[in-house]
């Protein structure tokens, strides 16, 4: 076999020219998604934002930049009421659902041991997603309702002599709507975390003479932070948003800030409602970037 | 460092369902020893390890230690310790967390258990990495702190189940001896599952060889590896020769055949294959039944009356080499 010959310079210039062509090749691949999202997601806000700043009178909206949709929001004692309802609504929903959540993916990953029984029962978990979450909140209404499938049984059982008022149309089915809705999302992150737990972990604790509630606590739940992390941010961020639920379930008798801008859409005060969706959006952005100091899920994806 | 004691196993046995995994074997480990569990994959050792270590139930049988029947007390409670093969660290805890992990679920306070973590961090030569997670360490300084992890309860018996396969080779030889020189310091016994025979001759005093959910055979290295039992005793341990004659099995030690003209040794052989290997050279010939032995020569006695493929040569070995096999 002949001796190769040495690099021309002829040679290190196409190389050269082809890493700078690798570059062009990686904007070109990134190019798909970032016009995608450029357009979807960036222009929308920015037009929000900008709109915020315009002005309007009962009948119409003008272009401006002025502060006083801001100032209106501060001022007023509804939007302190309606945040921290807000707020009230995606605390309990969060705690509820991570309990459930945390119960639901335990048994999948630990207990149920094969692993068909573990894909067949997780397939069962999403059923009720095969309907819209529209129906489903629905469906809740006429077992909650005054003469409702709840109140009647209960009141057959001779548990209570009145039926409940409490029961719908209140926070109590607004929360129980948002539990019913979102615990999934809860279960599928903590799930998958818990399927990457070596099982020899939970055997070297056993070993090490922890109990079963000192290996949740010790090894369990701090390895599964990322998933709870990550059911935490779905959890907040769809409830903080949600109006549709709110306004079904408590038969419009609650607030959140998702109501407070569908009604100013629905009166078409879209510099209002603006307003409102850019503190509601900054709200849930510092609670996300507050969240992710805990833990940093990067890691882990 | 603590009280040494023997272990006894009683006609263990795991079944699984219809298969038996081990089947009603009874050994007796001396305290302050070094044993291996040697055999191949699926012969029961792994279970074995782990009935004793408590991580497995025990179907049928006991296990004893000193003097006491630990086969249904909690891992924690038997006065074992074990090392998992790919070690098991916590990977959110640091390393010296994860060595004071046990004393830290016995309720022991914060200095304390720092300052015992610590001792054993220095026994394993890891002091420096205290601060550092599993992932940030080596496999072979890993394998440090697993064993930290499991010395700190003060085991009379630590099993390790086949603690060297994750290393690579050169990582592998230098923490055999490790383990050795450890279980020397300690004193205490170490019960060692591994399938590799150089392994189990290069650390145990005892070597119980398993296969087929049974012991074949038990006893010092020496004695298993240069007087096999059974014919699968000696393919197993390497090094030897399974020759079936008219009055029987027999085993015979490859180093210890010696080769001579045609018609000259106690078997007529055709050379079938020549190996050099440096300080030997290996020389498989095929006698009669089909049948094919190799003889490990010395170099310099092979080249000095070098043979060539093909070539008919007689056999011989001393009587002391041979042993009959049990089948």
């Avoid at chain 1, 510099?271 to 890691?299: H, Y």
């Avoid at chain 2, 310091?185 to 070597?207: K, P, R, W």
């Avoid at chain 2, 005793?233 to 399974?242: L, P, S």
């Avoid at chain 2, 089909?290 to 093909?310: R, W």
Wanted: hydrophobic share 50%; proline share 5%.
């Amino acid at each position: 076999m002949p001796p190769r010959p040495p690099l021309s310079i002829f040679t290190k210039m196409k190389r050269q020219a082809v890493l700078q062509n690798r570059n062009v090749l990686g904007w070109l691949q990134a190019s798909p998604l970032a016009v995608v999202l450029l357009g979807f997601l960036v222009a929308p806000i920015v037009m929000i934002v900008i709109v915020s700043f315009w002005g309007a009178t009962e009948y119409s909206i003008y272009p401006a930049f002025q502060f006083d949709n801001y100032e209106f929001l501060f001022g007023s004692s509804v939007t302190y009421t309606v945040f921290f309802n807000t707020f009230k609504y995606a605390l309990i929903t969060w705690a509820m659902t991570l309990v459930l959540g945390f119960t639901v993916a335990y048994f999948l990953a630990f207990e149920v041991r094969s692993l068909k029984w573990q894909i067949g029962l997780f397939l069962v978990c999403t059923i009720p997603f095969w309907t819209s979450n529209i129906i489903r909140m629905i469906s809740w209404i006429p077992f909650l309702g005054r003469n409702g499938l709840a109140n009647s049984t209960l009141i057959s059982w001779g548990v209570i002599d009145e039926p409940l008022e409490w029961l719908l149309f209140s926070d109590f089915s607004v929360i129980l709507a948002f539990v019913h809705l979102y615990t999934l999302f809860m279960v599928v992150p903590i799930f998958n975390s818990m399927m990457r737990i070596d099982r020899s972990l939970l055997e070297a604790a056993r070993d090490c003479g922890a109990s079963g509630f000192q290996t949740l606590r010790n090894v369990i739940i701090p390895l599964c932070k990322p998933g709870i992390m990550i059911g935490t941010i779905f959890v907040t961020t769809l409830v903080m948003g949600d109006f549709i639920t709110v306004r079904f379930m408590s038969g419009s008798q609650r607030a959140n800030v998702g109501r407070l801008i569908s009604n100013d859409i629905s009166l078409l005060q879209y510099p209002s409602a603006s307003a409102t969706a850019v503190v509601l959006l900054c709200t849930v952005l510092i609670v996300i970037a507050l969240l992710l100091r805990l833990v940093d899920i990067r890691k882990e994806l | 460092m603590s009280i040494v004691s023997d272990l006894e196993l009683v006609s263990l046995t795991k079944r699984y369902g219809q298969t038996v995994a081990v089947d009603a074997i009874s050994h007796h480990f001396r305290a302050g020893t070094y044993a291996c569990l040697l055999g191949p994959s699926g012969c029961g050792k792994s279970s074995t390890l782990r009935m004793i270590a408590g991580h497995e139930s025990v179907s049928d049988g006991s296990v004893v230690l000193a003097g006491r029947d630990v086969s249904h007390l909690p891992p924690a409670k038997r006065g074992t310790a074990m090392m998992f093969q790919n070690y098991a660290l916590f990977p959110h805890l640091t390393v010296r967390d994860n060595v004071a992990f046990s004393l830290r679920m016995a309720g022991v306070d914060k200095p304390e258990r720092h300052k015992r973590a610590d001792e054993m961090l220095e026994l394993v030569e890891m002091t420096q990495y205290a601060a550092r997670k599993p992932d940030q360490l080596s496999g072979g300084q890993q394998q440090r702190v697993a064993l930290a992890r499991a010395l700190i309860t003060r085991p009379q018996v630590l099993l390790l189940d086949e603690p060297l396969s994750a290393l690579d080779p050169f990582l592998r030889i230098r923490m055999r001896a490790e383990l050795k020189r450890l279980q020397r310091e300690l004193g205490i016994s170490f019960i060692h599952v591994t399938h590799g025979q150089d392994e189990a001759l290069a650390l145990a005093d005892d070597i119980i060889v398993m296969n087929n959910a049974r012991i074949e055979q038990a006893g010092p290295a020496r004695e298993v590896f240069s007087a096999p039992r059974t014919a699968f005793v000696a393919r197993f341990m390497g090094g030897h020769n399974v020759l079936s004659l008219p009055q029987g099995q027999i085993a015979l030690r490859s180093d210890a055949m010696s080769i001579a003209p045609a018609q000259g040794g106690r078997l007529d052989g055709k050379v079938s294959n020549i190996e050099y290997q440096g300080t030997h050279v290996a020389l498989t010939a095929q006698v009669a039944g089909d049948q094919e032995i190799t003889a490990l020569l010395s170099d310099e006695a092979f080249f000095a009356a070098p043979t060539e493929l093909g070539q008919v040569i007689g056999l011989n070995w001393s009587d002391q080499a041979a042993h009959p096999l049990s089948e």
